[in-house]
């Protein structure tokens, strides 16, 4: 590569680095919470162009050579002694310019089965900006999970190392994020260039994010909420509260923008979905950090949640956007579940493109090889890409939403329906040969999601290819008989 065709590359790596996804929504779910008793952290990845592609990636464990650790954005803090193995999904371009950039790996679990969802992209507010400067080169939803995964046995680990290298680096980010293992879920937030908060979610409720800081109400002294030093001091000094409470904390308030409707709709219609006993008007100013759910909550209605518009709500027609939107490049559900065996606790429902014309596939943390397609492609559309592949059933249904979209979310809800009781059935099977073999059980596990990674994307590609049939018959100019008998006998 010339010196100008890496300029020019370099150019468009650092463009993209600055549109951070800043459109997600998230959803935490407590293990008292969920139907299963797992623990599950969840997300939409959105991204302001359609054709990002997306890849999977596993990062197995490696010790290291003392000396600087350069993240993709430019943050160097010190090396590690050594990474522990996680899987990510990152950009299509991650090694591009560098290697080891590793740029927007979003999710993933490691081998202690803590797992990230990084991030939810929030704004922070001019007072707060002023009183602390975002860190150019510091810390932000590109580098998080790459930075933290590899390093960490816990959440709670993981909520104080991130902490650190806030307080220490600075953000370059306002962001809220998510860190869970088998025992507790974490919420975290970053607001300003050195100033954070973490808090973690009640086991019997879940938390419901769109792009604004949530954080509110909660006791700066309790043992499941976590901070930055001198936080209360630092928000008094500078004025960011009116009357700051360290037994009823404002962090949203004092470092973010509260009352956007661009967010607040999404939280209100998350927490209609899944609380509907609880009626609450719409386009308040916070609504509830936490809240427990009517019914316990399942993957699939977690799918459903990020799958959601406004239709037959009181804000149809009135709301500034949806959560499902026709830019996500993908969607993850990470299910911890403490009752399996330990190299199997970990399962990530994965999905490329649209969530409601797409499929959630099981991959169990055992896997650590991926089908080529899931490896491969950029943004320009080929049949090889696997994200492509998905993601074009969407461009193709825009021609007749009316006719495509409900016929692609009947299609993929059967076949996740399937999923769902495979999975099931197979974690029984899984944990009765794990006693006896373990690694007969650690292998059919990867089996299982390799095949399943497969034969869904024959299934997208197979669809692809009915649509367009089915989109070029729709083009055809309709003859009389005679007219058609013509044609038709030259």
């Known amino acids: 590569m010339n010196k100008m065709s890496l300029t020019l590359v370099s150019a468009a790596i650092l463009s993209a680095l600055s549109m951070s996804a800043n459109a997600c929504t998230g959803l935490i779910v407590g293990k008292g919470a969920s139907v299963d008793g797992s623990i599950m952290i969840a997300r939409n990845e959105d ?36 990474f522990y193995a996680y899987s990510a999904i990152p950009d299509w371009d991650a090694n ?60 709670k680990e993981g909520v104080a190392l991130l902490g650190k290298y806030v307080e220490q680096y600075g953000a370059g980010e306002g962001n809220s994020l998510y860190i869970a293992d088998v025992n507790e879920a974490w919420l975290v937030e970053i607001g300003s260039g050195h100033h954070w908060i973490a808090v973690k ?27 930055s030093k001198g936080l209360m001091a630092f928000v008094k000094e500078h004025q960011l509260l009116d009357k700051p409470n360290a ?36 386009r308040q100013d916070q609504y509830p950090l936490f809240m427990k759910p009517d019914q316990k909550i399942s993957v699939n209605d977690v799918a459903e949640v990020l799958s959601a518009t406004y239709k037959g709500t009181e804000l149809e027609a009135k709301a500034k956007r949806p959560i499902r939107v026709d830019r996500q490049l993908e ?24 969530l409601p014309e797409s499929v959630l596939v ?85 089996d299982y999601s390799y095949g399943q990674l497969q034969r869904t994307l024959s299934m997208a590609t197979e669809i692809r290819y009915k649509m367009m049939t089915d989109l070029t018959k729709s083009t055809e100019k309709k003859y009389s008989e005679e007219e058609f008998k013509k044609i038709m006998s030259l």
């Open 96 to 155: 591009t310019v560098d290697s080891h950039g590793k740029f927007y790996e979003e999710r993933g679990i490691n081998e202690y089965n803590v797992a990230i969802s990084a991030t939810t992209s929030a704004e922070v507010n001019d007072k707060a900006q002023k009183a602390d400067p975002l860190v150019e080169n510091g810390v932000i939803e590109a580098v998080i999970p790459t930075l933290i995964l590899p390093q960490v046995k816990t959440a």
């Open 201 to 227: 979610v009640p086991d019997d409720s879940y938390a419901m994010i769109a792009n604004g800081l949530r954080v509110h109400g909660v006791n700066l002294s309790s043992k499941d909420v976590m901070h």
């Open 247 to 282: 037994k009823s904390f404002n962090f949203a308030k004092a470092f973010g923008v509260t009352g956007d409707l661009y967010n607040t709709d999404r939280e209100w219609l998350g927490q209609k979905m899944l609380t509907s006993s609880e009626k609450q008007a719409t």
């Open 362 to 446: 099981p991959i169990y943390s055992s896997l650590q090889e991926y089908p080529t397609p899931y490896q491969t492609g950029s943004d320009t559309y080929t049949d090889q890409s696997a994200y492509w592949q998905f993601r074009s059933l969407t461009a193709l249904a825009s021609a007749n939403p009316d006719k495509y979209l409900p016929m692609l979310k009947e299609t993929w809800d059967k076949e996740e329906s399937k999923l769902y009781k495979q999975v099931s059935n197979l974690d029984m099977t899984l944990t009765s040969l794990y006693k006896s073999d373990k690694q007969a059980a650690l292998n059919m596990a990867s």
């Open 47 to 82: 991204f302001g162009v359609n054709n990002w592609n997306k890849h999977l990636a596993f990062r197995p464990a490696q010790k290291n050579e003392a000396g600087d650790w350069k993240l993709g954005n430019g943050l160097v803090v010190p090396m590690p002694e050594q």
């Open 331 to 354: 969607s993850h559900i990470i299910q911890l579940r403490k009752e399996m065996p330990f190299e199997l606790q970990g399962l990530i429902w994965q999905s490329f493109g649209v």
